[in-house]
Structures are given as C-alpha cells and as structure tokens.
C-alpha cells in the first residue's frame, strides 16, 4: 500500500478534521478588529515584552493569573504614567499564594477586577480558564514559558488535556505561547496546519509528544514524516523534527487516533509584524 493510502486509511477512521493557521493564532497581519480572543499570563517573567506586550494589548480580555500579575507589574512599571490604563489587566485570579501585597494594591487601586480561586483541586490556569468560560471568546493565549520548573510545565500540559473533557471549556481553543514556542492539543482526527513561510524555510523545530497514551500518527511536510507510526514514551516520540523545506506548500498534515500535543518553535523575529 502507498503512503498516501495508508496515510487516507487512518483519516477515513477519524471524525474531526481542524484546520489551523498560525498566523492567525498568533494574530500575525490581522486587522485589530477582526480576531478577538483572551491573553492569559501564567507566572512566566516576560524576557520578551516586545513580543508579548503587543499580543497583550489587542487582546479583548486580559488575566494575570496569580504569580504572572507580578511579572506583568514589573513590565507595566516600565511604561510612562500614562500607558499604564491601557495596559491593565481586567481579572487577576489565583490562590495568590505567589502575588506579592504590594502588587495586589496596585491592581485594586486602578480598579481591576480581583477574583480568589483558593480551590486546591485544579491549578491556577484551570480555574482563570472556568473564568474565561462565562465570556463567549474561543481562543485563549497563554503566556507560559516551558523553563523553569517542571511540574509547572506538565500541570499546564495537563491542563491541555483536561479542556476538551469539560463541558464548559470544550469549545475554547487554548494556545501555550513561551518567548519562542507555540503549544496546542491535537484531539482524535485530521489535522492541517499552516506554517508561516518564515518558519517553514528556516528549518524551525516542530514535535509531536504523545503523552499518557500512544498514539498512531501519519503525517506529511515533516522532514521525518511518520507513516502509522506508533508514538508512546519508553518508544518513539517525534522530538526535533522540522519541515519538508523541498514541499512547496508550507503545509503539516497530521492524523491521529489519540490526543497528541504539537509544538513549535517560532523564531526571535516572527511576530514583529503582530
């Protein structure tokens, strides 16, 4: 059987099929008024405000999650007086077990909306994402860097994976964002993803992690493509792969029997024109 047969054969056993374009998630040439969406920041220092700080702005809801109001106060205290409004956040939530007393005043005193999640149960990110819920935005940014402490980088993996489980959150499309990274969770079925040209013929690295179960993959526009592959840790797990730069579509298809996280690197320069 050829690829492209066998690569059809598992698409024909699937039933969601998503498009996505990374230039519109990353609202790269989008007119302000035609992509709205949230901008979560997690307690991740902003390294690269220059590319964070635009993103944030544009973003029609705005939350500082816990330990990330602070790393957006040390960025906000760096503008002139009278940017700060335009800047603000709208919610800051969390157990606040990581926000400084400081902060938190400076955040009640420009009259934004504080909100105590105390629940243990689920993670800071979890519960600004129920928040996020009650607003009808589908797609979320979330600023959090993959340094730093591991637990905190699998418990927002985690968090990934719990979305779609929740009736309430199933129809946000969440977006890890790092200073030069962009995460998301491929769910059961067919994926096309629109690489920005820029990426594609630098050779940026791009993987599929297949975490808590295996999960049979077919792709193609990978320089390593797999072809009903088993991917599983404790196997092969496609880490540091990049693209087909002899494809002439800047274009990855990917299909999947099970949930699978796809990341990619972005470059230093690839939001300048957000």
Same mark, same amino acid.
């Given at each position: 059987?050829?690829?492209?047969?066998?690569?059809?054969?598992?698409?024909?056993?699937?039933?969601?099929?998503?498009?996505?374009?990374?230039?519109?998630?990353?609202?790269?040439?989008?007119?302000?008024?035609?992509?709205?969406?949230?901008?979560?920041?997690?307690?991740?220092?902003?390294?690269?405000?220059?590319?964070?700080? &635009?993103?944030?702005?544009?973003?029609?809801?705005?939350?500082?999650?816990?330990? $990330?109001?602070?790393?957006?106060?040390?960025?906000?205290?760096? *503008?002139?007086?009278?940017?700060?409004?335009?800047?603000? &956040?709208?919610?800051?939530?969390?157990?606040?077990?990581?926000?400084? %007393?400081?902060?938190? %005043?400076?955040?009640?005193?420009?009259?934004?909306?504080?909100?105590?999640?105390?629940?243990?149960?689920?993670?800071?990110?979890?519960?600004?994402?129920?928040?996020?819920?009650?607003?009808?935005?589908?797609?979320?940014?979330?600023?959090?860097?993959?340094?730093?402490?591991?637990?905190?980088?699998?418990?927002?993996?985690?968090?990934?994976?719990?979305? &779609?489980?929740?009736?309430?959150?199933?129809?946000?499309?969440?977006? *890890? *964002?790092?200073?030069?990274?962009?995460?998301?969770?491929? %769910?059961?079925?067919?994926?096309?993803?629109?690489? &920005?040209?820029?990426?594609?013929?630098?050779?940026?690295?791009?993987?599929?992690?297949?975490?808590?179960?295996?999960?049979?993959?077919?792709?193609?526009?990978?320089?390593?493509?797999?072809?009903?592959?088993?991917?599983?840790?404790?196997?092969?797990?496609?880490?540091?792969?990049?693209?087909?730069?002899?494809?002439?579509?800047?274009?990855?298809?990917?299909?999947?029997?099970?949930?699978?996280?796809?990341?990619?690197?972005? $470059?230093?320069?690839?939001?300048?024109?957000?």
């Amino acid at each position: 059987m050829s690829f492209s047969n066998r690569y059809n054969s598992i698409i024909s056993s699937t039933h969601t099929s998503r498009i996505w374009d990374v230039k519109s998630i990353l609202c790269i040439q989008i007119k302000e008024d035609s992509e709205k969406y949230s901008f979560l920041i997690l307690n991740t220092p902003i390294v690269n405000p220059n590319m964070i700080i &635009p993103l944030w702005k544009k973003a029609s809801i705005r939350f500082a999650v816990d330990g $990330g109001g602070i790393h957006l106060y040390n960025a906000l205290t760096k *503008l002139k007086i009278d940017e700060i409004d335009d800047f603000l &956040p709208n919610i800051v939530c969390g157990d606040f077990d990581s926000i400084s %007393q400081n902060v938190m %005043q400076f955040y009640e005193k420009r009259n934004v909306n504080i909100i105590h999640t105390p629940n243990q149960d689920k993670t800071d990110f979890h519960k600004a994402l129920d928040i996020l819920s009650t607003f009808t935005l589908e797609k979320v940014l979330v600023y959090s860097d993959n340094v730093g402490r591991f637990d905190h980088l699998m418990g927002n993996i985690n968090t990934l994976y719990k979305v &779609p489980s929740y009736s309430h959150l199933k129809h946000l499309n969440v977006y *890890l *964002l790092g200073n030069d990274c962009l995460t998301w969770l491929l %769910q059961p079925g067919y994926h096309t993803i629109h690489i &920005p040209e820029k990426i594609w013929s630098n050779k940026s690295y791009c993987s599929l992690i297949p975490i808590g179960h295996p999960c049979c993959v077919s792709t193609t526009g990978l320089k390593w493509n797999l072809c009903n592959c088993v991917l599983k840790f404790g196997g092969l797990v496609s880490s540091s792969n990049t693209y087909d730069i002899n494809q002439k579509e800047t274009i990855v298809k990917i299909n999947t029997d099970n949930s699978l996280i796809w990341s990619m690197t972005l $470059g230093n320069d690839i939001l300048n024109d957000v």
